[in-house]
Nanobody, 118 residues
C-alpha cells in the first residue's frame, strides 16, 4: 500500500509560479515511478511529468521548459515546480505512484487544484 498526499495548489496569475509537493509513504518507493498528471472537466487525465528513483525525467511537450519535477528519496517526496504558468495550466493536479513490478498496484493522490488567472 502507498499513500500519496499532495499540497501546494492554489490561485496564481498568469506568468507566476507554484510548487506542488507529494508526500509518499508505504511500500519501497524505489519500486515506483512517481509522477504528476492533471485533469480538467470533460477531459481525460493527462501526463505532466514523471521521475524514476534514479532521477530520469519525462515531460509533456506542453510543459517542457516551464515545469520541473524533482524527487527527494530521503523524504519520500516528489515536487513539481511550475513556472511561467498559463491559464491553460488550470486543472486538478494528481500525484501518481506507478509500479515497476507487475504484481504491485498503482496509486493516486487525492488531487490539488491549480487555477491560473489571465
Amino acid at each position: 500500500q502507498v499513500q500519496l498526499v499532495e499540497s501546494g495548489g492554489g490561485l496564481v496569475q498568469a506568468g507566476g509560479s507554484l510548487r506542488l509537493s507529494c508526500a509518499a509513504s508505504g511500500r519501497i518507493l524505489s519500486l515506483y515511478v512517481l509522477g504528476w498528471y492533471r485533469q480538467t472537466p470533460g477531459k481525460q487525465r493527462e501526463l505532466v511529468a514523471t521521475i524514476t528513483s534514479g532521477g530520469s525525467t519525462n515531460y509533456a511537450d506542453s510543459v517542457k521548459g516551464r515545469f520541473s519535477i524533482s524527487r527527494d528519496n530521503a523524504k519520500n517526496t516528489v515536487y513539481l515546480q511550475m513556472n511561467s504558468l498559463k491559464p491553460e495550466d488550470t486543472a486538478v493536479y494528481y500525484c501518481k505512484a506507478e509500479s515497476l513490478v507487475i504484481t504491485l498496484n498503482d496509486y493516486w493522490g487525492q488531487g490539488t487544484q491549480v487555477t491560473v488567472s489571465s
